[in-house]
């Protein structure tokens, strides 16, 4: 069974996931009605993806016989003052959700659950992905703001293919979309 501590806050964590999941969408929005059809990909999926890992959290506590809370999120931002907005707002999201997911490891090596402990690993590896992805994308779209498509050929090169799923990420609660 998962620590007390460490369920309420994996609990918090999923909705620190969905609210994720949910301003991607207004960023992906946001680039579809900027005729942006590759930013706007590029976000849809990032929000599927934030919505599968808070999944993966409750499928864990599922698993661990533990509470689950689904609670409602904020409503995202969705006005942009320009195309580097929502990307800077992306990557500042990907840092907190970083420190927030190094905190659940605290809490959970605090707390001696070495089962939930080695469940957060999977994350954290996720997170250095995703802070790195982020800072590349707002890199190349400060450069390229006054030429959007650039950004759009750099996403069809570094992002165009179909990635495969992580064999190692944990199980979604209803499966992996």
Do not use: C
């Not at 680039?31 to 706007?40: K, M, N, V, Y």
């Not at 599922?62 to 689950?68: E, P, Q």
């Not at 320009?82 to 959970?108: C, F, H, N, T, Y």
């Not at 992805?133 to 890199?139: E, G, P, Q």
């Amino acid at each position: 069974m998962a620590a007390a501590r460490f369920v309420e806050r994996l609990n918090e964590q999923i909705a620190q996931e969905l609210a994720a999941s949910q301003q991607y969408i207004a960023n992906a929005v946001y680039f579809d009605s900027e005729t942006l059809p590759r930013l706007a990909a590029f976000f849809y999926a990032q929000a599927v993806e934030e919505r599968n890992h808070a999944m993966m959290m409750v499928r864990y506590l599922l698993d661990a016989d533990a509470s689950v809370t689904i609670p409602g999120v904020v409503a995202p931002e969705s006005q942009f003052a320009d195309i580097v907005a929502p990307v800077a707002l992306a990557l500042e999201q990907e840092k907190r959700v970083s420190d927030q997911i190094a905190g659940l490891m605290a809490v959970a090596r605090e707390q001696e659950d070495y089962l939930s402990e080695q469940f957060v690993q999977w994350f954290l590896k996720e997170q250095v992905e995703e802070v790195s992805t982020m800072s590349a994308l707002l890199t190349v779209i400060e450069r390229s703001s006054d030429t959007p498509m650039s950004v759009e050929d750099y996403l069809v090169r570094e992002h165009g293919g179909a990635e495969s799923a992580d064999p190692t990420a944990p199980p979604a609660a209803g499966g992996a979309l």
